[in-house]
């Protein structure tokens, strides 16, 4: 085939053959982002659910830059610094209580793998060979091999598909069908004997913004408890207030034996990520014997400057008008979402906390939809930014968005849906 690009970037999720040109960005402030040419674009979807406060967000900017004149990087084995000192002590005083170790990494898929690795190293080290993972079906975890091997299976990763381990998968908890969801748990918990249940709280990003009630959630956690199954909590999209709280398992009451946060750790400013765990994990690896380390590591783990971001995120979440400001942005949306309710162009119209999402009634449900990659196209040309997981529209926001923006948003979409349906 006939090349059209000009660029030898071979970008994230794109079919250069289908989507030739990129739209340069030049700058960010705020609820947008501005093209080379002097467009203002609404990120309506947070540069991919990573910007929490806003673009360029002044206090973390600063942080940075303040960071960038001290410290750059250190060797983060055998070494420590003031930045990952006060993060870790932070998360510990915000995260649900009972988790008490802080492992930094870099990204969500390897907050992820780090997850696995410690609850594969627990069972080894207590003896109790376990290596079994469950999951929950249309889970999305990250794109390296452990994390396509706990996700759903599709065309995402059919070619990788040799290489993936193998892994029990409990039903989606829709509506209705919560029990059989939660029965599924229990028998895989009893039948394989798993070291670990993953699971995304409350909301599956990508596997379509499904979303399932907090009391599941909560089921969930007593099931692996009852089992001894570690409970791994993958937080990566719903952290830093998506939900409406500052961690999802928050509304369930849920402390996870194991959680992973990454995405808005640093306000969506820098790659960082960590992997919190309870006493009982860490325990397990501490010892004389050197082949009970934590084998594992990155080449920018806690990397200073990104501490420095995350620091300052972390401020921001202890002052009440960030809370607020989440609560006025799930206000909005409740009320944008409405526009839709008896719109038969739509379906399944649904909000937890700051995110909403909806269908579309198309011909070929799922990723690979046909409307996917022409709403796609319709949102590139116009002046907001929103990416369609196939059939599936959602609104994810940077919470400095106003009322006035989301109007702007709705409006998009509603002329989107007609242009293309
Ligand atoms: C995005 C995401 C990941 C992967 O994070 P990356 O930083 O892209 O590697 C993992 N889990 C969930 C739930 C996610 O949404």
Known sequence: MMRKTDSPIWHPFTQHALQPEMTPIARGEGAYVYTADGRRIIDAIASWWVV??????????????EQAEQLDQVIFAGHTHEPAEQVAAALLELAPPGLA????????????????????????????????????????????????????????????????????????????????????????????????????????????????????????????????????????MTGWGRTGTLFACEQADVVPDIACYAKGLTGGAMPLAVTL??????????????????????????????????????????????????????????????RFRYDERFSDLRRCGTITALDLHADEPGYLAEVGPKLQAFFRGSDVLLRPLGDTIYVMPPYCVTAGDLETIYAAIDEAVDHVV
Not at 52 to 65: D, L, N, S
């Open 52 to 65: 929490t406060h806003g673009h360029c967000h002044p206090p973390i900017v600063r942080a940075i830059q």
């Open 277 to 338: 765990c309870r006493a009982e994990i860490f325990d397990a690896h501490y010892s004389c014997d050197r082949t009970r380390t934590f084998f594992h590591s990155s080449s920018y783990t806690a990397n200073p400057i990104a501490c420095a971001a995350a620091r300052a995120n972390l401020e921001l979440w202890r002052q009440p008008e960030t809370r607020a400001r989440i609560a006025s942005v799930a206000a909005s949306q409740e009320r944008c979402l409405a």
């Open 101 to 236: 170790h802080v492992f930094f990494s870099d990204s969500g898929s390897t907050s992820v793998e780090v997850a696995l690795k410690m609850a594969l190293g627990y069972f080894r080290n207590i003896g109790e060979p376990r290596t079994r993972i469950v999951v929950m079906q249309h889970s999305y975890h990250g794109d390296t091999i452990g994390a396509m091997s706990i996700g759903a299976r599709g065309v995402f990763n059919a070619a990788y598909e040799p290489l993936l381990f193998d892994v029990a998968v409990v039903p989606f908890p829709a509506p209705g069908r919560e029990q059989a969801s939660l029965d599924a748990l229990a028998a895989a918990c009893e039948r394989d004997r798993p070291a670990a249940f993953i699971v995304e709280p409350l909301v599956l990003g990508a596997g379509g913004m499904l979303m399932y009630p907090a009391s599941v959630l909560a089921e969930m956690r007593r099931i692996c408890t009852a089992f001894g199954v570690l409970f791994i909590a993958d937080e990566v």
